[in-house]
């Protein structure tokens, strides 16, 4: 049998071990190898899983040795989108820890495709809101949740990777039945991880009874496997008490942790001007009252205690490499909402890589305390928010580069992981538009306004901002900026650059 680990995906995909992309079709028999050299510890269900991703790799590649026919003709223009020979996916569920994300991002880095999606299951959700409301805005074509699946298919291919699949939403739950029923029409292949077993999603939902069918298609579309390990992989790594901030809710330890993550904001900014920052998402601004450097410092109140949702996390995730959260409390069922809220929070910044440091009032799996007899779906999902929260800590979650979710400008320099020369050979030639080798402070402003935009929903961008960032840049003094300064700050400065 084989099992994997946390933090090993980063190094397989390099090609560490003898295990690469290329080498996917053989994955069970390396990983047999690894735990005889006992690299890995010994998981049956880890192996049984893998098993059934093989099955859909090999489908993937002979479905698309022969794709499905095409109507030509005039009738060919009238047509319905083709149906395409299905492929069972993989809804993989268990406790928090055992290897279900890790095993389907390795999958996903792997799959023989280029057109392909993997996304937490909340902001894909989300997304799917925003477009029907865009459809309607618009008054073009049907504004429905089946013409809206095709868009899905055709922009993201047939490969649909969901990490932590839950239904709370009554919102979701009236639609995800028409909406995976066209997808699978098309073709996609659903990939997922739960804490839940399919039927148990949506347990106490408001009519529940209309979501019922969805999860019957669930079972049949998708092969349910039960990921369950008595091993939680990520408790495995290191992380540091330092970042994660035990007050008991004592006055002294509360006041020494403040004046703590004060001084960890002044290290990881470096000196940086300290500023409000203002996000927009859904027509609504965000104000952070402390930031600099992609760096923001809040308190639980302002994100957990207030009506807040998943767009305003990933506004911030999208804003910040790093979020110093003061104050988190005890909490129990009289504080749902507010539960509700840190679980939300927790799942977004861990998807995005945020970095994490805070003060709490207890150790993670310590708090929050849920009723005997009450609704266990927060209890699941905040087991999952603690062993996160233990995760974040670690040096391998500190290691990994932020991951900001994609924005409409399309700016590939936006990605931390993508700050190579030839990427910063697209910023510069982006820019400089009249081909100078030169910026001069309209092409700098210019670039300023689309970063302001990406990771603030808004191109207002102050003069004495621009005029400091030429002061950065500008080795010279002379008014612009050459390539070699610019290639310089970059070297020097990392892609906090982009958080300007």
């Given at each position: 049998?084989?099992?994997?680990?946390?933090?090993?995906?980063?190094?397989?995909?390099?090609?560490?071990?003898?295990?690469?992309?290329?080498?996917?079709?053989?994955?069970?028999?390396?990983?047999?190898?690894?735990?005889?050299?006992?690299?890995?510890?010994?998981?049956?269900?880890?192996?049984?899983?893998?098993?059934?991703?093989?099955?859909?790799?090999?489908?993937?590649?002979?479905?698309?040795?022969?794709?499905?026919?095409?109507?030509?003709?005039?009738?060919?223009?009238?047509?319905?989108?083709?149906?395409?020979?299905?492929?069972?996916?993989?809804?993989?569920?268990?406790?928090?820890?055992?290897?279900?994300?890790?095993?389907?991002?390795?999958?996903?880095?792997?799959?023989?495709?280029?057109?392909?999606?993997?996304?937490?299951?909340?902001?894909?959700?989300?997304?799917?809101?925003?477009?029907?409301?865009?459809?309607?805005?618009?008054?073009?074509?049907?504004?429905?949740?089946?013409?809206?699946?095709?868009?899905?298919?055709?922009?993201?291919?047939?490969?649909?990777?969901?990490?932590e699949f839950n239904v709370t939403d009554v919102g979701d739950a009236v639609i995800l039945r028409t909406l995976f029923d066209r997808m699978w029409a098309r073709g996609a292949i659903l990939v997922a991880t739960s804490n839940r077993r399919p039927d148990d999603l949506y347990f106490n939902g408001i009519q529940r009874d209309l979501f019922v069918?969805?999860?019957?298609?669930?079972?049949?579309?998708?092969?349910?496997?039960?990921?369950?390990?008595?091993?939680?992989?990520?408790?495995?790594?290191?992380?540091?008490?330092?970042?994660?901030?035990?007050?008991?809710?004592?006055?002294?330890?509360?006041?020494?942790?403040?004046?703590?993550?004060?001084?960890?904001?002044?290290?990881?900014?470096?000196?940086?001007?300290?500023?409000?920052?203002?996000?927009?998402?859904?027509?609504?601004?965000?104000?952070?009252?402390?930031?600099?450097?992609?760096?923001?410092?809040?308190?639980?109140?302002?994100?957990?205690?207030?009506?807040?949702?998943?767009?305003?996390?990933?506004?911030?995730?999208?804003?910040?490499?790093?979020?110093?959260?003061?104050?988190?409390?005890?909490?129990?069922?009289?504080?749902?909402?507010?539960?509700?809220?840190?679980?939300?929070?927790?799942?977004?910044?861990?998807?995005?890589?945020?970095?994490?440091?805070?003060?709490?009032?207890?150790?993670?799996?310590?708090?929050?305390?849920?009723?005997?007899?009450?609704?266990?779906?927060?209890?699941?999902?905040?087991?999952?928010?603690?062993?996160?929260?233990?995760?974040?800590?670690?040096?391998?979650?500190?290691?990994?580069?932020?991951?900001?979710?994609?924005?409409?400008?399309?700016?590939?320099?936006?990605?931390?992981?993508?700050?190579?020369?030839?990427?910063t050979d697209l910023v510069w030639n982006r820019y400089d538009t009249d081909g100078s080798g030169f910026l001069d402070v309209k092409e700098l402003r210019t670039l300023l306004e689309d970063l302001r935009f990406a990771k603030q929903g808004h191109r207002n961008v102050a003069d004495e901002t621009v005029q400091e960032a030429m002061r950065l840049?500008?080795?010279?003094?002379?008014?612009?900026?050459?390539?070699?300064?610019?290639?310089?700050?970059?070297?020097?400065?990392g892609y906090s650059v982009w958080y300007l």
């Open positions: 049998a084989g099992a994997v680990q946390a933090g090993a995906a980063a190094r397989y995909f390099d090609g560490v071990g003898g295990w690469t992309c290329k080498t996917w079709g053989q994955s069970v028999e390396i990983l047999q190898e690894h735990v005889a050299k006992g690299t890995f510890k010994e998981d049956a269900r880890q192996l049984a899983a893998l098993v059934q991703l093989e099955r859909i790799w090999q489908e993937i590649i002979e479905r698309n040795k022969n794709p499905a026919p095409q109507s030509g003709g005039l009738l060919g223009w009238f047509s319905k989108k083709p149906e395409v020979a299905p492929i069972k996916g993989l809804y993989m569920y268990g406790g928090v820890g055992c290897g279900k994300t890790f095993i389907m991002d390795l999958f996903f880095e792997c799959a023989p495709i280029q057109k392909k999606k993997r996304s937490h299951f909340h902001s894909f959700m989300l997304e799917i809101h925003h477009r029907l409301h865009d459809l309607r805005k618009s008054g073009k074509g049907r504004a429905d949740v089946e013409t809206v699946a095709d868009e899905v298919v055709d922009q993201n291919g047939e490969l649909f990777c969901f990490d069918p969805c999860i019957k298609a669930i079972k049949e579309k998708c092969v349910v496997h039960h990921l369950d390990s008595s091993v939680d992989f990520r408790l495995l790594m290191t992380h540091s008490s330092q970042l994660y901030i035990v007050t008991n809710e004592e006055p002294a330890k509360v006041a020494q942790a403040h004046k703590q993550l004060d001084q960890l904001f002044g290290f990881l900014t470096s000196g940086l001007r300290t500023r409000v920052k203002r996000l927009y998402t859904q027509g609504r601004e965000i104000r952070i009252d402390t930031a600099a450097g992609g760096v923001a410092m809040l308190t639980f109140e302002e994100l957990c205690s207030k009506p807040t949702g998943a767009a305003d996390f990933i506004a911030i995730s999208r804003a910040f490499h790093t979020v110093i959260l003061r104050d988190i409390p005890f909490l129990s069922m009289e504080r749902l909402p507010e539960v509700r809220r840190l679980i939300t929070l927790i799942d977004v910044l861990y998807d995005h890589r945020v970095k994490l440091l805070c003060s709490a009032a207890a150790d993670p799996f310590k708090l929050f305390k849920a009723d005997k007899g009450a609704s266990q779906d927060e209890a699941f999902a905040f087991d999952r928010t603690a062993s996160r929260l233990v995760d974040m800590m670690s040096d391998e979650y500190k290691a990994k580069p932020h991951n900001p979710p994609p924005t409409e400008t399309g700016l590939p320099e936006m990605q931390a992981e993508l700050m190579g020369k030839e990427h840049m500008d080795a010279d003094s002379n008014g612009h900026i050459k390539r070699a300064d610019f290639d310089s700050f970059i070297e020097r400065t």
